[in-house]
């Protein structure tokens, strides 16, 4: 039995919740979602309409400022973002001392603590220039990390941005583009990882978005506050479920032992292995994110003339799976990580850029909840209480 009378006295009731599956931390107005019904909705506007006819940059303004943007204010905008993409050259020499075999996703964490080092003066938390200033900063310079993280991995030159071109393009160019010879847009491949940015950039109190905050709730700024949500959002549960799939679809293709015994194995729960890029917290229905990125997966291999018959074993996995009764029971669907890794893997990102990609796309809804976070009132430092269950008092040995 444990004695909870401390926790009485000083809180009334204590709730032990492992996972936070029933306690709301906050109120917040920037994103609804309803996991029976497969809603999800930005300040409002419903995934699919964003996905179909918005922009990246215009989703982050509404995501961040809690309206759609006008023309000129759109404009103004990118036109700012475009201004900050340039990293100070010493910073440049960080990525030199990393091994060309670190995870990208260590990398673009550890770059923007060091980002940061670079600020210390025009961080402040509490100023509200500072914080559109670094709001900013962070929308330019993290894709420039993220494609100076890859390009390292490669033993290859980086590019300086070319600020002529849109966010997307000027990312797709900084990642695939080399000095040697020009670089070709692609406005399908544009338009697709566009798409896939914009479902990925909000998702309320999931594990990343909850340490941003956590860690905000500190006083700490946005680049450490947004440094710590990469590292949550790396993990293979979270994030890093997307490399996960693609790494279990490639496990079942070279074993051969074929997609049904693979779900038997899963049901079994054999060595703890699971179905990657299925189940979610929240929705218990399908995701409605997942259903946009399946449609794109056809049509973006189509484009690029790609066969790949890990979309297809993707494909039967699914199938199978929501046809058997331990997945319906348990209601478990594919969820967004399940199809973008064929998508990212045609478009030519290597598999451990995946999560980077998400982090990309994840962080206007980051910056927007450390904003609303820091403007509520209300808000405290995060605290969670636990219940002991350790040893009662006892003394010391006498030496
Ligand atoms: N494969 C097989 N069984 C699963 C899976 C899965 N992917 N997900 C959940 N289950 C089972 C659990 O074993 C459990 O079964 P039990 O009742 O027999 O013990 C039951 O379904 C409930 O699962 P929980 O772990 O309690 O669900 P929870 O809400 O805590 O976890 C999570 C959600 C972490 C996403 C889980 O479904 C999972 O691990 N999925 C695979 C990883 C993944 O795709 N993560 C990405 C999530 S989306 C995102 O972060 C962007």
Do not use: C
């Not at 039967?316 to 058997?324: C, V």
């Amino acid at each position: 039995s444990i004695d909870i009378s401390a926790f009485t006295k000083k809180t009334g009731y204590t709730t032990l919740d492992y996972g936070f599956v029933n306690t709301a931390a906050t109120k917040s107005t920037i994103t609804y979602i309803d996991g029976d019904a497969g809603i999800l909705r930005y300040r409002g506007y419903p995934i699919e309409q964003l996905a179909g006819s918005s922009s990246y940059l215009e989703v982050a303004w509404l995501l961040i400022y809690g309206e759609l943007p006008t023309a000129d204010q759109l404009g103004e905008f990118d036109e700012r973002i475009r201004r900050h993409t340039l990293l100070h050259e010493d910073l440049k020499r960080f990525f030199s001392a990393l091994p060309h075999t670190a995870h990208p996703m260590a990398v673009i964490s550890s770059a923007l603590s060091a980002l940061s080092t670079y600020y210390e003066n025009s961080d402040d938390p509490k100023d509200p220039e500072q914080v559109e200033l670094t709001t900013i900063r962070l929308l330019a310079k993290l894709p420039v990390i993220a494609a100076y993280a890859h390009k390292k991995s490669l033993g290859q030159a980086f590019l300086y941005p070319d600020n002529s071109l849109s966010f997307v393009d000027n990312y797709l160019k900084l990642n695939f583009g080399n000095l040697a010879e020009p670089y070709e847009i692609d406005p399908v491949l544009s338009g697709a990882l566009e798409r896939l940015l914009i479902l990925h950039a909000d998702h309320e109190q999931n594990a990343s978005t909850s340490t941003v905050r956590l860690v905000g709730s500190t006083g700490a700024n946005l680049y450490a506050s947004i440094s710590a949500g990469i590292n949550a959002l790396s993990g293979p549960l979270h994030g890093g479920a997307n490399e996960a799939v693609l790494d279990m679809l490639g496990k079942i293709r070279d074993s051969g032992e074929g997609v049904a015994r693979f779900v038997e194995r899963v049901k079994n729960k054999e060595d703890g292995v699971k179905l990657m890029g299925f189940g979610h917290r929240v929705y218990k229905n399908y995701d409605p994110r997942a259903k946009i990125v399946k449609e794109s997966a056809d049509s973006v291999l189509e484009h690029l003339g790609v066969q790949d018959p890990l979309l297809d074993l993707a494909k039967e996995l699914e199938q199978i799976a929501l046809e058997d009764d331990y997945f319906k029971e348990r209601r478990l669907y594919p969820n967004v990580d399940f199809y973008t890794g064929v998508i990212y893997k045609a478009m030519g990102f290597p598999t451990r850029m995946f999560t980077v990609l998400f982090a990309i796309g994840r962080l206007p809804g980051w910056i927007a909840h450390w904003r609303e976070m820091n403007l509520d009132p209300q808000s405290k430092i995060g605290r969670p209480q636990q219940l002991y269950v350790g040893p009662a008092e006892r003394e010391f040995p006498q030496r």
